[in-house]
C-alpha cells in the first residue's frame, strides 16, 4: 500500500514539478526577477498574501510591484519618505497599508545590515531545525520599536501551533534544489531534508483521504507528522511532494 501511495505521488510530482506549474501560481511573482534580493522580498511577499483564489493572489503582488516601481529592493534601500503615500491605499484581504509599511521598514532595517533574507531565519549558534528558524524569524522581524500589533496576524510561528504554511511555502521556493525551474534554491543554510511541508486547505484534504494523517486537528505538529511520512518517501527531499498533494487538490480535486 505505502509503495503504490509512493508511486503515485511520485508521478505527480513528475506531472506537476515543471515550468508550467508557474504561471497559475503565486511562485510566479519571484520569477519575476533575477537580482537576489527581489526574488526573496516578492517571495515573501507572495507567500504571506497566499490566500484566496489564485489569480487574485498574483494580481495584488503585481499591483504592489508596480506601486515599488517595479524594482522592490531599490525602492525598499532608497525610497523617500514622500514615496511612501501611493503604498497608502494597497490592500489585500486583511493585509492593509499599515501591514505594508511594517513590511517594507523591515526590509529596509534588515537589508541594510545583511546581502539575504536568508539571514533573518538563522539562530544564534547551531541551527536546531525548522520550528527554531520560525519562531526566531517571527521574534525578529517584530525587533523593531515601531511595529504595529495588528501586523503580527501576518506573520505566523509553531510556537503559535500554527501549521505555518505560508512561510514553509517561501522556504521551500528558497530551499529546495532541483533542475526543473520551480523553486529557486538560493539558500543553503537549510537543507531540502530539514523543510516541512507547507500543510493548507488542499494538502491536508489530499493527505488525510491517503491516510499520510492521522492526528486530528491542523496545527504545526500535523504539518511535522505529515512531513515525517513523506521522509519514508524521501528522506533527502520530503517537501518536493507539496506539487503532488497540492495539484491533486486543487487542479483535480482529488
Not at 500589533?149 to 501549521?163: A, D, G, M, W
Request: overall charge neutral; charged content about 25%.
Amino acid at each position: 500500500m505505502i509503495e503504490n501511495i509512493k508511486a503515485f505521488l511520485d508521478s505527480k510530482v513528475i506531472q506537476y514539478n515543471n515550468p508550467d506549474f508557474i504561471k497559475n501560481d503565486p511562485v510566479s511573482i519571484p520569477h519575476l526577477f533575477i537580482k537576489r534580493q527581489d526574488i526573496e522580498i516578492m517571495g515573501f511577499w507572495a507567500a504571506t498574501l497566499a490566500w484566496g483564489q489564485r489569480v487574485t493572489i498574483i494580481n495584488k503582488c503585481k499591483e504592489l510591484i508596480e506601486l515599488m516601481d517595479n524594482a522592490p529592493y531599490d525602492f525598499i534601500i532608497n525610497h523617500e519618505e514622500p514615496d511612501l503615500k501611493k503604498l497608502l491605499h494597497f490592500k489585500h484581504r486583511t493585509f492593509n497599508d499599515v501591514d505594508t509599511l511594517y513590511f517594507i521598514s523591515f526590509f529596509r532595517y534588515h537589508y541594510t545590515n545583511h546581502e539575504s533574507l536568508e539571514y533573518a531565519f538563522m539562530t544564534p549558534g547551531p541551527l536546531k531545525g525548522v520550528e527554531q528558524s520560525l519562531n526566531h524569524f517571527r521574534s525578529y522581524f517584530f525587533s523593531l520599536p515601531d511595529y504595529p500589533h495588528r501586523t503580527i496576524k501576518h506573520v505566523s510561528s509553531p510556537s503559535q501551533k500554527s501549521t505555518c504554511k505560508r512561510l514553509n511555502m517561501f522556504l521551500r521556493w528558497m530551499v529546495r534544489k532541483d533542475d526543473c525551474g520551480v523553486d529557486f534554491g538560493i539558500w543553503n543554510e537549510i537543507k531540502p531534508s530539514e523543510l516541512i511541508m507547507p500543510c493548507d486547505l488542499h494538502v491536508d484534504r489530499v493527505a488525510r483521504k491517503l491516510n499520510l494523517i492521522t492526528r486530528k486537528q491542523t496545527d504545526w505538529q500535523t504539518a511535522v507528522e505529515l512531513t515525517e511520512r513523506l521522509r519514508e518517501f524521501d528522506p533527502n527531499d520530503p517537501v518536493k511532494y507539496d506539487f503532488a498533494l497540492f495539484a491533486l487538490g486543487i487542479e483535480e480535486k482529488f
